[in-house]
């Protein structure tokens, strides 16, 4: 199973989740749940999971890279949810997007069918006009069961 830690080192990618979940090449998650190494890693500046009340019913996972963002760089951001089940259930569930200068947020309340993965990519360069700060890309669902939600950030400095 995938872990991270406060300050851990991770394969090419931020992984915040259950499940073990690996990101590959690019940015593509594995379906063997291990992350394929190219050698490359990076270090990650701030993890943030909240595990109150954690819905076992779904997989939310949320990345950001890079992890140093410089100015020149384009920091991307993924939000993923996956329903686990084998039933379809009904729930709320929120991406949010923040940056320095601005800030996204969407809900939508529905029935998310099984195996069912909602997802969401946001982009933000970084020039030498960019105010400096912290990119933020968090994700949650609700049901009538709880909420499971994952957060995580960088600093541009």
């Known amino acids: 199973m995938g872990r991270c830690s406060r300050r851990g080192i991770v394969p090419l990618m931020v992984l915040v989740g259950v499940g073990g979940l690996g990101v590959g090449s690019g940015g ?3 379906a063997s749940g291990h992350a394929i190494s190219t050698g490359a890693r990076v270090t990650v500046p701030t993890v943030r999971v909240v595990t109150d009340r954690q819905n076992p019913r779904y997989r939310v996972t949320v990345t950001i890279a890079p992890a140093h963002p410089a ?3 384009t920091v991307i951001a993924t939000a993923r949810i996956v329903n ?3 039933h379809r259930h009904r729930g709320t569930w929120t ?3 923040l940056t320095p200068a601005s800030g996204i947020s969407a809900a939508q309340l529905g029935i998310v069918k099984r195996g069912v993965v909602i997802a969401d990519r946001e982009t933000a360069a970084v020039t030498s ?3 400096r700060g912290t990119y933020t890309i968090s994700a949650s669902i609700r049901d009538r069961r709880g909420t499971r939600h994952a957060k995580v950030s960088v600093t541009v400095k």
Do not use: A
């Open 28 to 30: 593509v998650p594995t």
């Open 71 to 73: 100015t020149g760089d």
């Open 84 to 86: 686990r089940t084998k």
């Open 95 to 97: 991406v949010t997007w």
């Open 129 to 131: 006009t960019s105010p």
